[in-house]
């Protein structure tokens, strides 16, 4: 009986070695695999389990974190002044993946980022607890909450961003209606899901979760003219702001039998550029745009920022400028019509550019990551483009500080040595132009010693407002006076 | 009682007098290590999660300790050359399955859902009985082939136990398997304690008929065809598997009796034919029964596509029976890696239902890694091996078959339960033999362990010293050493 014995003992062996292979299988071969499955609660339970490193700014936290009592999450986030900082923070939900600085910085917050590894690992080793990094962003608290402020007295809906033109940081980026990331921080069913629900488009027609400073497009309506005359200095077609333009009126459009009309009875006919700025000449911006005709208009368009999206890091939709338009359509399009549309970032970098004499800088709004107040990263600001030369950027700014002083930007004035350069828009939008039109104002400000400390663009679509009253001057201009009224503050502590 | 009371005082030894040494101090040592390294690991467990050593430290070290102690004085007393493997190595799992279960007791999660809180407890309690069985064992069963008496009587009662749990108002339906019967408000496995009484049958049936088995046969393409009339018995059993299957739908009990039979048919006849019988039968057996029985086709499902089922089981509207279990326990195993994340830090509570009892391996899998469950597999294998070396060692037949009856059937459960853990089989509703929670696993692997022990110990007893007769120095077999 003995050799049967022997076989069935070879046999057990076999079944205790299937299940050793096996086990090699699965705790060393696919251990990663599955450890790091994104259904595997454990990855949520890891990520939850320290507190969230934080966003900053001026030195301040935006964000926090909390212990929750139930649940096997342990930590929650939380953050200081929701509404107003949701568009730079974006939310990190335990229940809804996060958005925006919170997710792409995500592996700084949570400490899980490979620029952390040995950091981390050295904390492990004393004993120390995880952490995670923080990241410092460029904004201007004061500028935001003016801006966020301008927009909530408004009451419509809006959206404001203010660059430095000189860096191209990304001092003020504020949308409204906003939404409060903290409300859906959680994964509990009752609370952080319904808050979350009641938020969407679909549930909300005020779609408070849209970042309307970077992605929402708007018409930009008499704005885009800045950008038209930018054109026209840089393909030498007028070489100063105060020589007579070759400005009909009426003018109708190449190809058409269609009148361009300008709003109101306004001195157009063969306006200098200056003036035809100060009081939003459609005609001679829409007779420049059809001259330099569609490629020469996209060229400049582009070297604004145009028809590319931008990364703050957070990604900005692209602004548009089309291509392969008839003269009457560059023409509509060179006043801010027809196909164009423009994200508030856009308008502001339009702005920037002017200011900075003519050079663009990359917009960013993340100026350092750390860990334990130790620099991970910083970033270093960037040119993107030289739109315009100095002297031609000069005799822009020369311009828009008419508009501002004389023109239809007068509500934008500063005084006490700040010179404020501006331009108004009013868009129109809607079937037959039947909605409410879109109050656009972009302007920087300029010391007395030459420098400009910011930019800014405006835009309010004010449902409530009366169709006449909406006008770039009227809503917009006050809110961007805030705005740069704050930074200069927090510069010169005046 | 030790080896040196059996040293014959003349200078050549006789086959009679070689004295094999009686191992009890051997057994000793290492039950020490065999409560001791439980005890760390409770410490430790303790330590991990509230920062302090259990207040229950000291008290179950010494349950524990003093249950070995019993066991152990109780071999040394009535089974003194019994293997000494087999004590420690059972205390061992027996003292690892404690601490895990009371590692999840601590878990909210579980709590909240009734699987954990003071289970660890009742374990110990368990332990305490199955302890006393097995003292039981070896205070009454003086010699194995007692059982040879019982061989119809046990197999009237496997019989009873096999379908107590059909019986209604008595049998338990717990998720869809139902091999449990209800007492009051316990619950009891009848299959565990059928398990060892269904060896007993065989071993008793097959001694008396494995030369009509073995001889009366035809060669036919290499096999030699039992005869019709000898075909019943393995027809009998067969159909009784597949009635298990059918009617508590479950897979595992079913293969592990209709495995302990073939194997010891095998072994009894030493007819290969009888494998590939036995084979054929049960993939038919298998597939036949799948193939109309919602159950068995939802478990092999399961098996292979376990992250559908967790799909599944997360959709609202979905109906029938979808466990996510089986992906939770593959990503338990994962995540425990190579070294694991040490005691009391994993969370193998996801798994939820059944954490502590089917799926105990996979919170040993997380929190010791690839190298604790090697060696947790190593262990249940020297547990099998000193089995099958029982077997060989036995002088007897019955003692043989019964001996390889229930190592075999031990080594099929944990191949089932940890294979169907791991994804390797499709899962089926039985228990790690003493790592699960479970008071009728634990009590009737302890009578297991009684019984090997007692088969050990008849084994390497030394035969009675012949009287001096001077003929015998004749014809005296020397061993060396």
Known sequence: ?494 | MSSTSNTPTHHTSTIGAIGAPSRRNTELALLIFAVAIPVFAYANVGLALNDAVPAGLLGYGLGLGLLAGIAHLVVRKFAPYADPLLLPLATLLNGLGLVAIWRLDQSRLLQSIGVAGGKATNQLIYTAMGIGLFVAVLFFLKDHRTLQRYTYISMAASLVLLLLPLVPGLGADVYGAKIWISVGSFTIQPGEFAKIVLAIFFAGYLMVKRDALALASRRFMGLYLPRGRDLGPILVVWAISILILVFETDLGTSLLFFGMFVIMLYVATERTSWIVFGLLMSAAGAVGVASFEPHIQVRVQAWLDPMHEYVLSRTPGVTGVHSDQLQQALWAFGSGGTLGTGWGQGHSELIRFAANSDFILATFGEELGLAGIMAILLVYGLIVERGVRTALAARDPFGKLLAIGLSGAFALQVFVVAGGVMGLIPLTGMTMPFLAYGGSSVIANWALIGILIRISDTARRPAPTPAANPDAEMTQVVRPS
């Not at chain 1, 450890?35 to 964000?63: H, L, M, S, W």
């Not at chain 1, 028809?307 to 548009?320: K, L, M």
């Not at chain 1, 003519?358 to 040119?383: C, F, H, R, S, W």
């Open chain 1, 1 to 494: 009986m003995n050799k049967p014995l022997r076989r069935i003992a070879i046999f057990c062996g076999l079944l205790v070695m299937a299940l050793l292979i096996r086990d090699n299988w699965l705790q060393y071969v696919k251990a990663d695999a599955l450890r790091t499955d994104k259904d595997n609660r454990r990855v949520a339970i890891e990520r939850y389990a320290n507190p969230r490193g934080d966003i900053i700014v001026d030195g301040d936290p935006i964000t926090g974190s909390v212990e929750s009592k139930s649940g096997d999450f342990k930590y929650k986030r939380t953050y200081k002044n929701g509404p107003m900082w949701a568009p730079v923070t974006g939310y990190s939900s335990q229940a809804f993946d996060s958005s925006q600085l919170e997710k792409i910085n995500d592996g700084i917050l949570t400490g899980n980022d490979d620029r952390l590894f040995f950091r981390s690992t050295l904390d492990m080793i004393t004993g120390k607890r995880k952490q995670g990094g923080n990241v410092v962003t460029t904004l201007n608290a004061a500028a935001q909450k003016a801006a966020y402020d301008g927009l909530k007295s408004r009451g419509g809906k809006g959206a404001v961003v203010a660059l430095e033109p000189s860096t191209g940081k990304i001092l003020a980026l504020a949308s409204y209606p906003s939404y409060d990331p903290s409300s859906f921080a959680g994964n509990s069913t009752d609370v952080d899901s319904k808050n979350w629900t009641k938020l969407q488009k679909k549930n909300n027609p005020a779609d408070p979760m849209l970042n309307r400073a970077l992605r929402e497009t708007y018409p930009p309506g008499s704005t885009f003219k800045v950008v038209t005359a930018a054109a026209a200095l840089e393909n030498g077609k007028y070489t100063s702001a105060d020589a007579a333009t070759d400005s009909p009126l009426p003018w109708t459009m190449p190809g058409t039998t269609r009148e361009l009309k300008n709003e109101g009875s306004i001195p157009c006919k063969n306006a200098t550029m200056r003036v035809a700025l100060q009081y939003s000449c459609n005609t001679v911006f829409g007779k420049i745009g059809a001259d330099l005709g569609n490629d020469k208009m996209l060229a400049e368009a582009k070297k604004f920022g145009f028809d590319s999206e931008q990364f703050t890091p957070v990604r900005s939709n692209a602004s548009q400028f089309s291509d392969g338009m008839n003269q009457s359509q560059t023409a509509l399009s060179s006043i801010g019509q027809y196909n164009t549309a423009a994200t508030p970032l856009q308008m502001a970098m339009v702005a920037s550019a002017v200011a900075n004499d003519g050079k663009l800088m990359k917009p960013y709004m993340v100026d350092e990551l750390q860990y334990n107040l130790d620099p991970i990263a910083k970033t270093e600001p960037q040119e993107m483009s030289q739109p315009l030369s100095p002297k031609n950027a000069q005799i822009l700014q020369s311009m828009m500080e008419t508009v501002v002083k004389d023109g239809t930007g007068k509500n934008a004035q500063i005084g006490g040595g700040v010179t404020v350069g501006g331009k108004t828009g009013t868009a129109q939008h809607g079937v037959a132009n039947s909605a409410n039109p879109y109050a656009w104002f972009i302007s920087y400000a300029r010391l007395s010693d030459g420098s400009s400390p910011v930019a800014v663009a405006v835009v309010i679509e004010d449902e409530s407002a009366n169709r006449d009253d909406i006008s770039g001057g009227g809503l917009a201009a006050p809110i961007a006076k805030n705005v740069m009224q704050a930074v200069i503050k927090t510069k010169t502590g005046s």
